[in-house]
């Protein structure tokens, strides 16, 4: 009932700079927080940064000042800017969000396929 398609991710060089997107569609009757994860090979997954729907943000202290999460309601899309990426921030990246489909009255978790992010010189 609900897909989440995340783009942007790549190859970049230190203190690069890259733009994740994800474009939440179908059934949606409204979403609550979305956010972004991710995970290094051997390592759990992580939150990067989340945004509410009136727009408050929370970032891991390892992104803070580096990454930026916004979103377009409109659009159903949420977006993570990443700046001055390091080799450390290396990981496949989940676009996650709280929605409510129309026949239901309950918000549930839905999650993107994952976009790689590789930081190497």
């Known amino acids: 009932q609900v897909q989440l398609v995340e783009s942007g991710g790549g190859l970049v060089q230190p203190g690069g700079s890259l733009r994740l997107s994800c474009a939440a569609s179908g059934r949606i009757f409204s979403i609550n927080a979305m956010g972004w994860y991710r995970q290094a090979p051997g390592k759990q997954r992580e939150l990067v940064a989340s945004?509410?729907?009136?727009?408050?943000?929370n970032y891991a202290d390892s992104v803070k000042g580096r990454f930026t999460i916004s979103r377009d309601n409109a659009k159903n899309t949420v977006y993570l800017q990443m700046n001055s990426l390091t080799p450390e921030d290396t990981a496949v990246y989940y676009c996650n969000a709280r929605i409510r489909v129309f026949s239901s009255i309950y918000y549930n978790d839905y999650w993107g396929q994952g976009t790689q992010v590789t930081v190497s010189s």
């Open positions: 945004i509410t729907s009136d727009g408050s943000t």
